[in-house]
């Protein structure tokens, strides 16, 4: 068995393979839809723009495919807020999403404070022992890196406070997303990456 990382036609790609590999897994970069359904579960980061990463899966027939996925989803940056309805990433239109969580992804509102986020933030949890979580500290710091995020919700698992408070862990069903970046986080990334994919 292997884990999928799904090639979004952005960037991030190998830092994300290369954490999961030192955890002990086998990982494969795809674009193909059988090799995806065949996975153990899939993973789907990215650091890009919802138009390129939504025009790239609309090209490989790839939106069906990830919306009907019964194993467990990771999203990662990007990857969370292609789970959504639509972003207003968009300068002239807003640009339809997954649509598998019913809540739109926009700006941050942060007042003087620079874009995108980037850097140590921490993630207070919302829901209680939840498994993604396992074996880290409440209020504990990982590496963020937007400027588009999706508003709390009743999906929301934990949340960050940037200007604004966001969603920065997600769950719904099987889709589960992250908005910072565990592959960039230390240890705390490392063990949420581990329970993800022994669970």
């Known amino acids: 068995m292997y884990i999928a990382i799904l090639d979004v036609g952005c960037s991030n790609l190998s ?31 990215g650091v890009g723009t919802a138009k390129t990463a939504m025009q790239h899966l609309s090209i490989n027939n790839l939106v069906e495919i990830i919306k009907n996925y019964k194993k467990p989803v990771l999203g990662i940056c990007l990857g969370l807020q292609l789970f959504g309805t639509f972003s207003t990433e968009g300068s002239k ?34 829901v209680n022992n939840h498994f993604l979580l396992k074996g880290i500290t409440k209020k504990s710091y990982f590496y963020f890196l937007h400027s588009y995020a999706m508003n709390l919700n009743k999906y929301t698992v934990a949340q960050t406070y940037y200007g604004q408070y966001f969603s920065s862990i997600i769950q719904k069903n099987n ?16 063990i949420l990456l581990k329970n993800f994919l022994e669970t």
């Open 175 to 190: 889709f589960f997303g992250v908005q910072f970046h565990p592959e960039k986080s230390g240890n705390c990334g490392s």
């Open 93 to 126: 239109q807003t640009i339809s999403m997954l649509q598998i969580i019913n809540e739109s992804i926009s700006l941050l509102h942060v007042k003087n404070l620079p874009l995108p986020h980037t850097g140590w933030n921490t993630v207070f949890t919302t």
């Open 15 to 45: 830092s994300v393979k290369w954490a999961v590999q030192k955890l002990g897994y086998d990982v494969v970069i795809t674009k193909n839809s059988s090799t995806i359904l065949k996975s153990q579960k899939l993973l789907i980061p």
